[in-house]
């Protein structure tokens, strides 16, 4: 059994920062691709950024030059730096990974960016 556990969202005013977490646990053999996605209410779930084992990341143009995706794959865990948070951030954030061929998500953290 694998769980995906995400901490970190919460309120903060246009322009601040917020850093969110994902810590995989249970049985992990092989972790690979490891990723944050955000669904703000109705519109679809996007891609924020993921990042490989071996630190290539890939992100979404929205985010670009604000967010920052890292990983610590002694700890299993991925992080997600937000800078110059825009009140269009605001969305569920999701944790995803890839275990072997399998995906699994976080429960989301919720971030919302004040006017």
């Known amino acids: 059994q694998v769980q995906l556990v995400e901490s970190g969202g919460g309120l903060v005013e246009a322009g601040g920062s917020l850093r969110v977490s994902c810590v995989a646990s249970?049985?992990?053999?092989?972790?690979?691709?490891m990723g944050w996605y955000r669904q703000a209410p109705g519109k679809q779930r996007e891609l924020v950024a993921d990042i490989t084992t071996s630190g290539h990341s890939n992100y979404g143009d929205s985010v670009k030059g604000r967010f920052t995706i890292s990983r610590d794959n002694a700890k299993n865990t991925v992080y997600l730096q937000m800078n110059s948070l825009k009140p269009e951030d605001t969305a569920v954030y999701s944790c995803?990974?890839?275990?072997?061929?399998?995906?699994?998500w976080g429960q989301g953290t919720q971030v919302t960016v004040s006017s």
């Open positions: 995803n990974a890839e275990i072997g061929r399998v995906g699994y």
């Open positions: 249970g049985s992990i053999f092989t972790l690979n691709r």
